[in-house]
């Protein structure tokens, strides 16, 4: 059986749904296909119930503040797991609804199989054939899992099993401290279990300035510990696992692996379009318009290997919807970059990093976290900021930071970036009292006064006000 139409998307993720939107404008001549469940990996196993374990982890773990604010009653305060897991399940199968609904709404337009391209304008699904004018291909990533690991059985936890478990053991080893093993490491650690980290290099939560890794770092070994800088191995030791590395070892009752995700193209037909594909199997595509050299087909989201976010894969599903079904190819500017990690303390990466700066022509500001004084009164205070800046015309340049609430300043920083505003601009905003934000203005002005010219008034000048007594 051979269809024809004018688009066909592969994926039913965030990137695959917002090119569905932008695709439906202009005609309702498409396909959506998509493998497994519809209910997009952000909302069935990632960034929703990922943040639905944090919230219980971080509500449980802020006991251990309770006698500094002369709360009693910590020591009877209890988790009870499975309960935690139950909730996560319970948010998650609310925010699954809207995505899964879709197939239902498309009809024949929503096809569920596992779609491979037989080249730029034909895919195949099963014994189906379709030729399509244009393809948008959004088919997403997923966890990265040595294969020799499979000897472990279900000893072995990813993302996709984690939410899926009724209970946990006793001690979990989390392989890979990038932003979901940091943030799933710590939840765990939070919850009650016995946790440690491993990494085969001394980075943290994708950081790149070193004295905010160290930050970072010093914060969450006062949690549970870190084997860092050393590939990890697994042997099998009762019915548990051994994690071993040259920076240590652990008994652990479950490995999850979290060193990655690996886009979803080795078995989509890429070698069928024509085009060259680098060393891990990925074709040339324009981050700007999303297209696979000056084919018909488009790759949005995870799949891309570009940045493995949220917004990004909805941005990038917008992109390729449009130029799907545009005259033609149209290149859309893209955000700053602005990445969060949920752990305490948040970790926020915006605009330029840390290693991609010119260092003689870079001035940094820095506000050490552990002295600022709302973040004393909420027994929060630690983290540090640094906020990169053009030595000589102080335009804001790049931030990485691990601080109470860098969720929200993050994205202050980010506005200010995307608009081109200097450290001057931002200082002569309004900063209120006493709020965390105040941290910001500290590596604000200490930025200032390296650029050159040094620090000034943070209050720009009054133009004339027309009054000869005020002029
Ligand atoms: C634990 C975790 C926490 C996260 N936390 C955050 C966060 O806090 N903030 C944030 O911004 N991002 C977070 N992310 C990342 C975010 O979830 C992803 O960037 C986003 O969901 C990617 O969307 P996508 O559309 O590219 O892929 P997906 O949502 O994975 O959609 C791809 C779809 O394509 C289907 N598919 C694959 N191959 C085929 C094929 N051959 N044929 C048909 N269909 C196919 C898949 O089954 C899937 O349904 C997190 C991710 C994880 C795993």
Known sequence: MTDQVEVVIIGAGTAGLSALREVRRQTDDF?????????????????????ALIEAANAFHRRHDFAAFGLTGADSVGVDIP????????????????????????????????????????????????TARRIVLAPGSRPVVPKDWAQFGDRI????????????????????????????????????????????????????????TQALRTALEREFPLYLGAPAELSQSGSGVTVTSEAGHFAADAVLAAMGRRPNIDDIGLDTLGVELDDKGAPPVDPTTLQIADLPVWLAGDANGHLAILHEAADEGHIAGRNATADATQAYCRRTELVIVFAAPQVARIGARFVELDPGGTAIGRADFSRQARARIAERAEGLMQIYGDAATGKLMGAEMCAPAAEHMAHLLALAMQHGLSVHDMLAMPFYHPVLEEGLRSALRDLARKVRGGGRFDLSDCPAVGFDALD
């Not at 396909?31 to 943040?51: E, F």
């Open 83 to 130: 309960s935690v897991l139950a909730r996560v399940r319970t948010l998650r199968d609310g925010f699954v609804k809207g995505p899964e609904a879709v197939p239902g709404k498309l009809g024949s337009r929503a096809l569920s199989g596992r779609a491979r391209l037989l080249g730029p304008n034909r895919v195949a699904v099963e014994a189906r054939e379709i």
């Open 157 to 212: 936890l990813t993302t996709d099993t984690l939410f899926e478990q009724t209970d946990l053991p006793g001690r979990i080893a989390v392989v890979g401290m990038g932003a979901i093993g940091v943030e799933m490491a710590q939840a765990l650690s939070r919850l009650g279990l016995e946790v440690a980290g491993f990494d085969a290099v001394e980075t943290l939560a994708g950081l790149t300035d070193p004295e905010v």
């Open 31 to 51: 396909l959506l296909i998509n493998a497994r469940d519809w209910g997009t990996t952000c909302a069935a196993r990632g960034c929703m119930p990922s943040k």
